[in-house]
């Protein structure tokens, strides 16, 4: 019998350790290093050659010269994954401060045919129409800017998860798969489940609901699946759900507190950990802005004062248009100065059967939305506790509280005043970085026409 030998010291062959060592002076000028990567772009000239290497977050610049190198240049090309053994060389005019003389380069495999588009070169990516760039998703994910979106979720989803777990908050895994739409409504994808009917989950709702009679605050980052038929540049029908759920709240207000808590956190870590991936989307010396207030409005003002500045009636009270909230969006971050505004006590006709309507005035309810840069990313609120005054409110709108068995279980055996809110990581991250389209912001997109790859 054999033990696996697991504390082995770590091998230094990823660019980011040389550039450690580099700059804690562990390494000099003309030192030997072994790196490892794909070839990512190859510029040949007489004699000598820049050969580009792209490592998980960076591509680095190494250099061939004939009869210093060891190898053939001409048995390599782009996106071959490579050791290379070589040895450093110091130049202001590099990126790193440093370029690495090839001396020695192992190919370990590659391409067995010509790749379809050509991934170094941004301005040809930048070109494609979205729909080939998603076809070709596979490769595509490899170009430097694509793949920085995808960082960024890593990001946004690292934020949410370290933010709650320091405020005690515990990670649970919910169903995908379940016997009922959590949100009311048509949307639902079916499957076939040994015979019997059930649905990819629409949310976590139910779920974290039950955990916070379990943890009292719980949260879960899980798809969530929405069969939603229109094709706009926000919508996709599988998204990544951020939600967080709490109990013994003392109103509302405590919710959005909490929400204002995570993107802050949120935003600092992406500027301290992510600036290359977002200097690379937003442009050199581009950071996300500080966040140091969080303006809230009601919905009935809101639609007010966009009434106002059309000079028109109010329309359509209940809801809120794309364009209302994009003009929302901008009014608050021109007058203060802000990205994001909540919107408070929506229209309870508007929400789901669970939303606690406002004591004040039954009319609305005491949930809100969250706009970044104009573009909804967060819908969350307090829910209603009480078993009686939870069937109430099922009856009042025609639902059949026998068939809502495993959700009132919770309130029958006692659950106290609670409420939660759901962040879609995709428009967290198509806003952040300003992107035209949610499906840039996701690695691998689901939409009406696309299931692959
Ligand atoms: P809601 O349905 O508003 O609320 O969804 C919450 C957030 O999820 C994101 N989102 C989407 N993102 C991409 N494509 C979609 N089709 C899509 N639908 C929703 C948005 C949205 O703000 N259970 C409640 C949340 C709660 O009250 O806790 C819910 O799911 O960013």
Redesign the pocket.
Known sequence: MEFVAFDKPRKLDDIQDIIDQVAAGNLKDGDSVTVKGSIHRMKEMSGFAFVNVRSPRIVFQCIWEEGKSQVNIKDFGAEDCVIIQGSLVFDERSRLGFDIRIDDMKKLSGPVEQLPIEISNDRKIDKLQLNTLLDQRTISLRNPKVRAAMRICDGVMRAFRDYLASEGFVEFVPPKIVQAG??GGADLFEVDYFGEKAYLN????MY?QIMVGVFNKAYCVAP?F?A?KHSTN????E?E?L???MGFIDSFQDLMEIECRILRYMFNLLNENYAPELEMLLGRGRKLPELTKFPQIKFADAKELYAQAQGRKVTDPIDLSPDEEKWIGEYFLKEHDSPIVFITHYPSKKR?F??MDDPADPRYTL?F??LLYG???????Q?IHDYHEQVEKMRQRGMDPAGFEDYLAMHKYGMPPH??????????VQKLLELDN?RRATAFPRDRERVRP
């Open positions: 959590a949100e629409q949310s976590p709702q974290k969530a929405r939603e926000r919508h996709l029908n998204y759900s939600d967080l759920e789901p669970y939303a949930s939305d969250c573009l909804e990313i967060t819908t969350g609120g829910r409420g939660g809110f759901a962040l879609g990581l995709e428009r967290v949610v």
